[in-house]
């Protein structure tokens, strides 16, 4: 895989780049369960990565602007926020961020999480540094799948959509690149899904760690 014909690099966060996605089910579970609303987490695992305003409707028919949708969504961010300090960077991921910047490509965060969560997940992954540009939740009208926050990506990094390549690790950021006309990369590492709910994406590897190897020795 030498021949990557990109300027941009649009990254996911949870799951991609840090090794988030049980603590997130987890804490939605136990927010969701603190108001009443009794979920298991392998319901709420396959919805991890989409935004959080999707997943409330999904799980509890609530919208987030309404009182228990922000009382649900305050104490799923308590929940996780303790969590944080637990959680570790997916394997090569400041490898391959690094490879990417020293071939002159441009890195654009393009995350569901809001600003906040964003800026503390790519410091518990050591990659904060390498984040100039970013677009979150914050910077849309709608979270994934939506093609929202990857086309304000786009605009953050005046970047064309065929120039640029999104690396992720759900279903729901290959549709979202899609959507927005952005080829995706899959990782394995943010766990749940097979590769057969990858469809679409260009390549897919078990964590950046194995995308650098692919991109440095050319093994597929």
């Keep these: 895989m030498r021949h990557f014909p990109y300027r941009t690099v649009l990254c996911d966060v949870d799951g991609t780049l840090i090794d988030s996605n049980h603590a997130h089910a987890h804490s939605w579970m136990r927010a969701l369960g603190h108001y009443g609303v009794a979920v298991d987490v392998e319901q709420i695992r396959p919805l991890i990565g989409m935004g959080a305003d999707k997943l409330l409707r999904a799980v509890a028919d609530t919208d987030a602007s309404s009182p228990l949708g922000k009382a649900i969504g305050a104490e799923k961010q308590a929940q996780f926020v303790a969590l944080l300090p637990t959680l570790r960077a997916t394997s090569g991921a400041r490898a391959l961020l690094e490879h990417f910047r020293g071939r002159g490509m441009a890195l654009v965060v393009a995350t569901s999480a809001s600003d906040e969560e964003m800026s503390s997940l ?99």
Aim: aromatic content about 8%.
């Design 122 to 220: 790519l410091k518990c992954a050591g990659v904060d540094d390498l984040f100039a540009t970013r677009a979150s939740k914050d910077d849309a009208a709608d979270s994934k799948p939506d093609p929202d926050i990857v086309i304000a990506a786009l605009r953050k990094g005046d970047t064309d959509p065929a120039e640029a390549v999104m690396v992720g690790d759900t279903p729901y950021d290959i549709e979202a690149a899609a959507r927005a006309g952005v080829v995706c990369v899959a990782v394995r590492c943010g766990g749940y899904w097979q590769d057969s709910d990858f469809h679409g994406a260009i390549a897919i590897y078990d964590d950046p760690a194995e995308m650098l190897y692919a991109l440095t020795r050319g093994t597929k």
